[in-house]
């Protein structure tokens, strides 16, 4: 069965440092990788995915997540954060065999202090 | 353009109560997807469907839960007899495909269901 763990439900970080989120998944097929950024009272909005090929993803806003299938991980990063950056993302898996379920991880919220 | 819509924005209901959540896809995309976000969670699946057919139901939590798609388009889920464990923001989400959960989705703002 697929899962998803999302280390550090909260994550601090100043403005212009690295960010590091981290997300680690299990599955028993090769996985499709998603990490999506939901900002207060609005709807999730993907910010990259992996699906086959280079296993660095780079996202919007300067984003890029590496897919490492010898550690079952896929951690979002970001050189330097800015205040925008301040949200709830969520990391997420689906199987390529199919199956319509996308399975999320339990979030990580983001500030981002000036 | 327009994105994903899903009304009402917020519902309160009394313990019992039937509830209808509504959402309008992106148009023209073939699937559809209901998730529940429970306070401090991420989504939860509920239900797919690809145009009209209800293809995976699994998540749904109770035969309480209903959803339906009867045109393909626009979509309702429908909670009877609510509870207070079924207060969650619910959020649907569309996709341009018929690959399911690996297909980038497009979500709407969510419905928050509180049931008193």
């Known amino acids: 069965a697929q899962s998803v763990t999302q280390l550090g439900s909260h994550v601090s970080v100043s403005e212009g440092a690295l960010v590091l989120l981290r997300c680690n998944y299990s599955s028993s097929v090769p996985p499709y990788l998603f990490w999506y950024v939901q900002y207060p009272n609005q709807g999730l909005q993907l910010l990259l995915k992996y699906t086959t090929g280079a296993t660095l993803v780079k996202g919007i806003n300067g984003f890029e997540a590496e897919f490492k299938k010898s550690e079952t991980s896929f951690h979002l990063t970001k050189p330097s954060a800015h205040m925008s950056d301040a949200a709830e993302y969520f990391c997420?898996?689906?199987?390529?065999?199919?199956?319509?379920?996308?399975?999320f991880g339990a979030g990580t919220r983001l500030f981002v202090k000036a | 353009g327009a994105g994903v819509s899903q009304s009402p924005r917020y519902k309160v209901a009394k313990r019992g109560q039937d509830v209808a959540l509504r959402c309008d896809p992106i148009s023209g995309h073939v699937s559809l997807f209901w998730y529940q976000q429970a306070l401090g969670q991420g989504p939860e699946f509920l239900t797919y469907?690809?145009?009209?057919?209800?293809?995976?139901k699994s998540g749904l939590p109770s035969d309480r839960f209903f959803a339906e798609r009867p045109e393909g388009s626009v979509s309702t889920l429908k909670i009877q007899r609510t509870q207070q464990e079924d207060s969650a923001v619910y959020l649907c989400a569309s996709s341009t495909r018929t690959s399911g959960g690996i297909d980038t989705q497009y979500f709407g703002p969510g419905t928050r269901l509180t049931v008193l």
């Open positions: 469907f690809q145009n009209e057919a209800q293809l995976d």
């Open positions: 997420a898996v689906s199987e390529v065999t199919g199956g319509f379920k996308t399975i």
